[in-house]
C-alpha cells in the first residue's frame, strides 16, 4: 500500500499516537515510511519557523525526510480551526500544493501515513474540507474513534461521509482516552455491530506510545 489517511472521531482522540506507531510498525517490516501532516494549527516558533507537536513527532520517525516542511507545509500559530488560522495569516490552503507535497514523499517512499487535523470535515478554505484532500489523493482511510460519551454518533457519520466520498474505509481503532469510560465495551461493540470495516486494534489507556505499538502489532497486518 502506497498511502493511507487517517482520520479521527474529533480532535484529540489519538490519530498521531495511531500513526506513529503505524510508521514504526510499518519500518519494522523493512519498508521505508514517512509521515505527513499536510495542515498543522497550533504551533510554536523554532528556528524562526513555525513548528506543531505532531509534525514533529511524524518527523522524528521519519528519518529519511530530512525538512520539517515536507512533512509539514502548512504550519499556523493559533490552535483554532485550520481555515480561520489560515484567513487570519492572509494564507489560502490550496489543495493541489498539499497533493504535491504527498507526491513528493510518496515518490522516495514505499508508503507515507498522512494525518489529518480535527475530525473528517474540518474545512481547509471556504470551499474544501480535509475530506477533499482525503479524495484527491484517493488515499484508503483509517478511523481512529475516541472513546467517550458522544462517539458512536461522531463514529457512524464519520464511517457514512468516507464512504459517500467513495473512499475504502480500512477499518477503526477504538481508543481509550481515559481508564474509566462508562460502558466502553458496549460502544466497543455497538461500534462493530455498526461499521462494516473491522476493528483494527483497541488500545487501552496507558504510557504512550508503548501502548499504541503493542495494541498496533499483530492487528493491521489484516490490511496493510
Ligand atoms: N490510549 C491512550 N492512553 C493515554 N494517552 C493517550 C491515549 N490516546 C491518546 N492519548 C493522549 O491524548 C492526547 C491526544 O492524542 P493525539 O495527539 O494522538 O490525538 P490527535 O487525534 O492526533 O489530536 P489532534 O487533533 O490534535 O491531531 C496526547 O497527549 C496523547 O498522548
Ligand atoms: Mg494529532
Known amino acids: 500500500m502506497k498511502g493511507v489517511f487517517i482520520t479521527g472521531t474529533d ?21 521505508n515510511v514517512a509521515g505527513y501532516k499536510p495542515v498543522s494549527a497550533g504551533c510554536e516558533r523554532v528556528n524562526g519557523q513555525f513548528q506543531n507537536d505532531d509534525a514533529q513527532a511524524l518527523l522524528k520517525v521519519s528519518p ?16 483554532i480551526a485550520p481555515h480561520i488560522a489560515a484567513s487570519e495569516a492572509g494564507l489560502t490552503i490550496n489543495l493541489p500544493s498539499l497533493v504535491s507535497g ?3 514523499l ?3 517512499h514505499d508508503c507515507v501515513v498522512v494525518e489529518g487535523a480535527g475530525g473528517w470535515r474540518v ?20 478511523l481512529v474513534v475516541g472513546l467517550r460519551l458522544g462517539c458512536i ?25 481515559s481508564d474509566s469510560i462508562p460502558r466502553s465495551q458496549e ?26 505499538e503493542m495494541a498496533l502489532r499483530f492487528q493491521l497486518h489484516r490490511v496493510l
Open 123 to 142: 474545512p481547509l478554505n471556504d470551499h474544501e474540507g480535509m475530506d477533499d484532500l482525503a479524495v484527491a489523493l484517493d488515499l484508503p482511510v483509517l
Open 64 to 79: 529519511s525526510v530530512p525538512n520539517y516542511e515536507q512533512i509539514n507545509p502548512i504550519a499556523l500559530e493559533p490552535a
Open 11 to 31: 480532535t484529540g482522540v489519538g490519530k498521531t499516537l495511531v500513526a506513529t506507531a503505524l510508521i514504526r510498525q510499518l519500518q519494522s517490516t523493512g519498508q
Open 153 to 177: 454518533n461522531h463514529s457512524l457519520l464519520t464511517v457514512e461521509s468516507i464512504r459517500a466520498r467513495g473512499l475504502n474505509l480500512l477499518g477503526w481503532v477504538a481508543n481509550h482516552l
Open 187 to 212: 460502544n466497543i461493540d455497538s461500534l462493530i455491530a455498526r461499521i462494516d470495516a473491522p476493528l483494527l486494534a483497541e488500545l487501552p489507556y496507558g504510557d504512550p506510545p508503548d501502548i499504541a
Open 102 to 104: 504527498y507526491g513528493n
Open 106 to 108: 510518496a515518490a522516495e
